[in-house]
C-alpha cells in the first residue's frame, strides 16, 4: 500500500496570507489527524478528522481549520498567516477506531512565513 | 500542552552501545507508543504498549510500562548509526488525541 502522502513538500508564504495543505491517507484509513511541529513547541495537535466529521481539536486559534472529504483525504488551511506558523505540518491516518491506534506518518509539509 | 515528557533531551552513544530514554505522564492513559523521526521528517512508529502490558520487545527495542509511576523507558540495544533519530512517547488523552513529549535526540557515534 502506498504511504500518507502530503502535498506540497515546501511552501514559502508572506505574512498575512493563507495557505492550504494536503493530505491523503493510506487507502483504507479514514481518520486524519494533523500536527504542527515547531523547535520551541513540539509536536501540538491540532485536529482530528473521521468520515468527514472533525472529532477533536487543539488548542489553536480559529485561523486554523480543516476539513475531509469523502474519499477520506483531508486538507487543513491557515488563514491570515504569522511568523510563528512556520513549521513541519504532519498529517497521520489510522483506521479510526480511535487516535489510541497505531498512526502512520506522512513526511511532512515545511511552511516558511516571511 | 504536552502529556509526556521525555528524559534525557539529548544522548551520545557509540555504535554497539545500548541507549536508554524515558518518558513520563500525567494521566491515565489506554496505551503508550513511541516513534522515531530522522532529521525533520515523518515521525515511524516504533511500538505500542497498552496500559495492561508491563514489558514489549520488537526486534532490538524493549519498552517497558510502569502505569502506577506513570513512566515508560525504550531501550535500544546494540546500537548503529541508523539509529541516530529523535525518538519521542505518545499518550492518548482521549480517544481522538495523542500527545507527544519533547523527544530525546539520540546520536550514535561510528
Known amino acids: 500500500k502506498a504511504g500518507v502522502t502530503q502535498t506540497p513538500r515546501y511552501l514559502i508564504k508572506t505574512r498575512g496570507q493563507q495557505v492550504t495543505l494536503s493530505c491523503s491517507p493510506i487507502?483504507?484509513?479514514?481518520?486524519v489527524s494533523w500536527y504542527q511541529q515547531t523547535p520551541g513547541q513540539g509536536l501540538q495537535f491540532l485536529f482530528e478528522?473521521?468520515?468527514?466529521?472533525?472529532?477533536n481539536k487543539g488548542n489553536f486559534p480559529g485561523r486554523f481549520s480543516g476539513r475531509q472529504f469523502s474519499n477520506s483525504r483531508s486538507e487543513m488551511n491557515v488563514s491570515t498567516l504569522e511568523l510563528g506558523d512556520s513549521a513541519l505540518y504532519l498529517c497521520?491516518?489510522?483506521?479510526?477506531?480511535?487516535?489510541?491506534?497505531?498512526?502512520?506518518f506522512g513526511p511532512g509539509t515545511r511552511l516558511l512565513v516571511l | 500542552s504536552q502529556q509526556g515528557e521525555e528524559d534525557p533531551q539529548a544522548l551520545s552513544i557509540q555504535e554497539g552501545e545500548n541507549a536508554t530514554m524515558n518518558c513520563s505522564y500525567k494521566?491515565?492513559?489506554?496505551?503508550l507508543q513511541w516513534y522515531r523521526q530522522n532529521s525533520g521528517r515523518g515521525l515511524v512508529h516504533l511500538i505500542l504498549?497498552?496500559?495492561?502490558?508491563r514489558e514489549k520487545h520488537s526486534g532490538r527495542l524493549r519498552v517497558t510500562l510502569d502505569t502506577s509511576k506513570k513512566s515508560s523507558s525504550l531501550l535500544i540495544t546494540a546500537s548503529r548509526a541508523a539509529d541516530t533519530a529523535s525518538y519521542f512517547c505518545?499518550?492518548?488523552?482521549?480517544?481522538?488525541?495523542?500527545?507527544f513529549g519533547a523527544g530525546t535526540t539520540v546520536t550514535v557515534r561510528a
Open positions: 504498549i497498552r496500559s495492561n502490558e
Open positions: 494521566t491515565s492513559i489506554n496505551n
Open positions: 478528522y473521521f468520515s468527514e466529521t472533525q472529532r
Open positions: 487507502s483504507g484509513h479514514r481518520s
Open positions: 497521520a491516518s489510522s483506521m479510526g477506531q480511535g487516535i489510541a491506534e497505531t498512526q502512520y
Open positions: 505518545a499518550t492518548d488523552e482521549n480517544d481522538y488525541k495523542l500527545s
